[in-house]
């Protein structure tokens, strides 16, 4: 399913600014790895849950709607290009706080720069989180450091209409499957992440969406849920009132602000059709 274009937002807008970075790899407190980077600040995505929304306090942007503006790292590169032989070696997370394969990627070019230098350099590897099938463009790089690397897709909902609405201008689910396929065709370890898990709408057709990833050959699930914040819990909400008009509103800020057992409940749902799909591969909850 095609995204529906009057629920995107309006890219004639967007707010594209060329700035430059003192860092590029940058420590990370998340204990799957080293290092990030983020070859931008903000997210053309617009996805309305995103836990990155704070980033717009610490960027100038905080009269900016998320997904309205992104800021270009121009000379990342350039300081990657100086960091990465005087750092330690370990995991590098493309990327914590932004899509490294939103649509300006195609322009800029950023994360496949960033991946070639990290190539030269055995004491890293690379882990990919994206919701952008761009990551294909790139997969002639990913080949040549198969044994470490692994590439992840984010899926929160396998309904086509949820979906246009809470994630506008990121690939479609079908488009993420089918990408998956791909680079596991090509021998690279691929991953999919279900998050964040959204009351109702993450179990829209939740048993047939695994069946697919599983078809795709994906061998690990990861599980997560809604990180529940104050201005993103409203717009969230707004979100689902479109989606669904008859949902009752209150019952779901309650299952997204503090609803650990349905959580797990629904975690559980995923593991017992995941483990039915797919019996050799794994799953993991990470909240």
Do not use: N, W
């Given at each position: 399913m095609r995204p529906n274009h009057k629920n995107r937002p309006d890219q004639k807008k967007l707010k594209v600014t060329e700035k430059r970075c003192r860092t590029a790899l940058s420590k990370t407190k998340?204990?799957?790895?080293d290092y990030t980077i983020n070859p931008y600040t903000g997210c053309q995505h617009a996805c309305v849950y995103c836990y990155a929304n704070f980033m717009r306090r610490f960027s100038g942007h905080l009269q900016d709607a998320w997904g309205s503006f992104v800021d270009v790292k121009v000379n990342l590169l350039d300081v990657l290009r100086r960091e990465l032989p005087k750092s330690k070696g370990g995991i590098i997370w493309f990327s914590s706080v932004c899509d490294p394969y939103q649509p300006l990627e195609r322009k800029y070019r950023l994360t496949r720069g960033a991946i070639e230098l990290v190539l030269h350099y055995p004491k890293f590897s690379v882990s990919i989180l994206t919701k952008n099938a761009l990551?294909?463009?790139?997969?002639?790089?990913?080949?040549?450091?198969?044994?470490?690397?692994?590439?992840?897709?984010?899926?929160?909902?396998?309904?086509?209409?949820?979906?246009?609405?809470?994630?506008?201008?990121?690939?479609t689910f079908e488009e993420r499957i089918t990408a998956l396929g791909k680079l596991g065709e090509a021998g690279i370890d691929t991953w999919a992440f279900i998050a964040p898990m959204l009351p109702y709408v993450t179990e829209e057709k939740l048993e047939e969406g695994l069946t697919r990833l599983a078809k795709a050959g994906v061998k690990r699930l990861l599980t997560d849920r809604y990180n529940a914040r104050g201005m993103i819990i409203n717009q969230t909400l707004q979100t689902y009132k479109k989606w669904r008009p008859a949902l009752n509103l209150e019952e779901v800020r309650r299952l997204l602000w503090n609803a650990e057992d349905y959580y797990r409940r629904l975690d559980r749902r995923i593991a017992h059709a995941w483990k039915a799909a797919a019996p050799t591969a794994a799953h993991q909850a990470v909240f």
């Open positions: 998340v204990s799957s790895y990551v294909l463009r790139d997969i002639d790089l990913l080949e040549h450091m198969k044994d470490r690397v692994d590439v992840g897709f984010t899926i929160t909902t396998f309904d086509g209409k949820a979906q246009t609405l809470f994630e506008p201008l990121s690939s």
